[in-house]
């Protein structure tokens, strides 16, 4: 049994910090909204008052926060982890951040005697729910062996891709990746629409094929029931291209199709869609073939 | 058992003819290069000296081709299918063609009293080898009904998707859906390599999480290896995006991703790459960054 | 003086036949809707009852006609320029269509005893109106020195730019290049009135570096001004990014930003746009970022 | 006469300080390559030995720089422009960096006693050398009023667009368009070359119609010459198209036409063009039609 400081317990931290309770750890929570501590506490976990509670007393502190001043800010701060956490602390950093400021934060977390790695989560609310995320990790060796037995707590796949922000580097690829495939089915998914196809038909046999996904398998059927509930919201994901964009130029690298799916992302949060899930990006596609989300009835009565 | 002439033994119409052959129906092969019969006739069916020599006797014509036009010859010449066929024959077109040439040809081959569907697949060079393929089925209900058996032995997922030309739309879908995963995939992997990343790690954790897809299944450790032989070539993805592109202007949409994907696909063939697997898309991206396939090393040694 | 039968008294015809008109020629005109040839007859003109009417006795017949299916129609129907006009009669092809269908028309006419140029304009209805069009020139030297004068009645700048077709292929770059430059103010706008800019100033010094160009001189004020009555229709620049994008596809050349640009344009139709002047492009610009036509007032009270 | 410490005598500082100085100004030039002053001299300033050197006894401070950094750092090092400059004396900051930057340091040069604009420029080179640059000033009324002789003379198109930090707004836009402006070109005369047309022809009607440009005027008859001597480096406009990216983020707009042609710009920077003048974008657009700048003849012998 670890005693575990779980920091942010929104739609992906709640359900992965219960589950390290029911495996039977020691897991104080906290959010900056109270309330958000109740499913934890109902899986046999505490609440903490502040985040110096949480963490006091804490062997591992994990966090699951929004972007990187928000990581910045708990950690840094002067009621930080880094400033009440006891020496050899281990810092689990679920968030998608900034590779960069993922590794200065590593840094400085090692300055003061702590130790940390990245861990950023692919597979969404439902793989949070199922404890079924793929990890990519990044980090010193014996931390990440130190924190496997708890990353797979909450993963299927669990990956140490290299030092400190490599965890979140490929986080970034990730996201590059999913917000393109929305992009492509939405498209797909209009371009049938318009041509009169069977769509759910459709989407059965794209998904047995080449073309087959987890976005397809997730979204597909959301998409077609005009379910936008989140989820993973645009307004993250915007974040997160942000990320990916900034971190391709640092590299020298063209992602001219990335680059193009960043704008359509950024199109769909200034449509006003950004508290939706990320598979709003449907609606700005639709939007673009005149296909506007109120009229829009997927060739269905 | 049924006879079945089978005109166009490629990459993917061999081994589909094979398994019907080896489902002990009674398959008679023809392909314009003889040579390519062999292994049909290894598998147990028959070669035919000529297109007609092939459909005299048969009750069911399956067809494999690259393009449109070879698909009108095939069935409208004067050798073609419709003149030597027996009347109530079934044409079961597994060809990737234009939607609209599709229902053309089927309301052709209904006036001279023969039955044809669309049946385009998914899966490629793996799929037709292991009778996993995905098809896309347009045509009137009965005969989709009598081709299903014979469906079922080469495909893992058949769909009948709607009347005569759907089966082409829907496949016109999956192709923006294949060649965007490719470009996408491209891209992480360009971006994951430039910073550094454990190439074989990093492709593992996507393939777990929402980035997951078929194209990372098959195609990724593929391109980090640097093979690119086909498989589904770009000359005929880059045909193929040619129809998805006319299709969406013919039904008033936009698919600005699927657009530019299209773009990089014909990049791809003017670099001299058509005659290379689809996943040699690759090879632009790289290029785009700077990252020539003669220098590349995938960050390996 | 020559007879000169024009066909076609649109936006652009119109004021074209009447500057011939007044320059001394005899102007036959005709359009399907009768009523177009009012402002020809104003200015010296005739108005034919029928196509073969105003053919007949014509030394030269000029066509301005929207699309290839027109063209080839007005010039092969039964009651067609090619049936009706005397041996030796020069066409001259104002309409911008596809080069492959006006090198195979200039073949035909040549087959029928007639000459024939291609004559596609630039300039808009500005240009059209104050006798000031480009004017891109494909065709034989002798025909296309026998046009010149007329030409020069009605253009600036009359350039042979090669055989027939020529002027088409010069004509789909000019459509891409305007198209995407209007894209570009789109943009370029839309980002200053977000960042709360003096509009009208920005667009003043925009105008005198490198980034001037004729669409800023004539269309920045009119979008800033939410005047969008045409001009040059969205739904026919539509139609001639399509003979771009064919034609780069044919030529195996790889347009990248044109093909997004024509997204955009169709994006525009599709949004119900059709009808107003190509600088509504804009309006597909803002409607990304959030800026709907109907809430928008630049900034200004 | 003013005296006036010009920092900063590249392509562009140079003859902008030389035309000050034979326009009657105590021109005082600095560069960290002290030959680059030599020009300077010879039209009747003089060269300083450091910062500190050139800018004391100036009333006003000119700054032609390339990135933000380099602007902070001139300006407030420990051997900068704030510590040594005479209270009063007026900033005018002729370098393109980013909006919040430029606003940033405006504030602390008021903090400092001093007084700034920014002033940055569009034309390039022949707009320098000419005196005829399109020069977008932001900052308040009274400090533009001052700064508005010396503007003039070195350009042609002066314009007070906004508070400190719009004129570098504004030239973010312009560079949005000149870059897409290029792109277009490139595309537009890679496509005429690959359809045989006379290419300088083509470019005469071209700049006669709605098509013509500054761009097209300046450079494509050096992109046929395969002349890519800077001029203004991709390296530069690299930089250029990140301060759009980012400013345009901020404000919450999708420039997806911009964001493409910035990938673009990244891509000829990749393939190490990065030092030639950004026409070379010319260079990427050609490699993606296969068609190398090694083997490319312009359809010239």
Known sequence: MTTIAFIGLGIMGSPM???????????????????????LIDAGGRAAD?????????EVVALMLPDSPDVTDVLTGEDGVLAH??????????????????????????AAGLRMIDAPVSGGQAGAENAALSIMVGGVDADVAAARPLLEVVGKTVVHVGPSGAGQTVKAANQLIVA?????????????????????????VLGGGLAGSA????????????????GFRIDLHHKDMGIVTSAAREAGVATPVGSLVAQL?????????????????YRTIARLSGRGSDTQTHGRP
């Open 17 to 39: 910090a219960q589950h390290l309770a029911r495996a039977g750890h020691d897991v104080v929570g906290f959010d900056a909204t109270p309330e958000k501590a109740k499913p």
């Open 50 to 58: 502040s985040g110096p509670d949480a963490v006091r007393g804490a």
């Open 85 to 110: 956490a006891a020496p050899g602390t281990l810092v689990i950093d679920f968030s998608t951040i900034r590779p960069d400021v993922a590794a200065g934060l590593a840094a400085e977390a090692a």
């Open 180 to 204: 393109g495939n929305i992009a492509l089915l939405s498209e797909a998914l209009v371009f049938l629409e318009a041509h009169g196809a069977d769509l759910p038909a459709a989407v059965e």
């Open 215 to 230: 976005v397809l398998n997730q979204k597909a059927s959301k998409i077609l029931g005009d379910d936008f509930a989140p």
């Open 265 to 281: 992302v950024a199109a769909t949060r200034a449509a006003g869609d950004g508290g939706l899930d990320h598979s709003a990006l």
